[in-house]
Nanobody
């Protein structure tokens, strides 16, 4: 059974860097054809895809966030981490980790999400 679990701070101050980690169990993040994405949803808004780590180490970013986002992985821990610099209060959201085969827009698995509030 594949499970994804997000972890990170509940509260981040404006202009600081947010770092959140997805721990995957039940499969390897290097499983062929799989992408591991970070997606967020702010209150009253739809889902926003942010970035993805491909099974072979390639990375992909939303054009809107490319200058501030960095996705990395630790294959020994089966983890994918997203860092987002210079966060603003408008980026308070539930941040989800999701995994899927063949595309970073297709998801077979979702984490439960982690609420992050950006506030001073």
């Amino acid at each position: 059974q594949v499970q994804l679990r997000e972890s990170g701070p509940d509260l981040v101050k404006p202009s600081q860097t947010l770092s959140i980690t997805c721990t995957v169990s039940g499969t390897s993040i290097t499983t062929s054809r799989y992408y591991w994405s970070w997606i967020r949803q702010s209150p009253g808004k739809g889902l926003e895809w942010m970035a993805a780590s491909q099974y072979d180490g390639n990375t992909y970013y939303s054009s809107a966030l490319k200058s501030r986002a960095s996705i990395s992985r630790d294959t020994s821990k089966n983890q994918v981490t997203l860092q987002l610099t210079s966060v603003t209060p408008e980026e308070s959201a539930v941040y989800y980790c999701a995994g899927g085969s063949g595309s970073y827009y297709l998801y077979d698995y979702w984490g439960r999400g982690t609420q992050v509030t950006v506030s001073s």
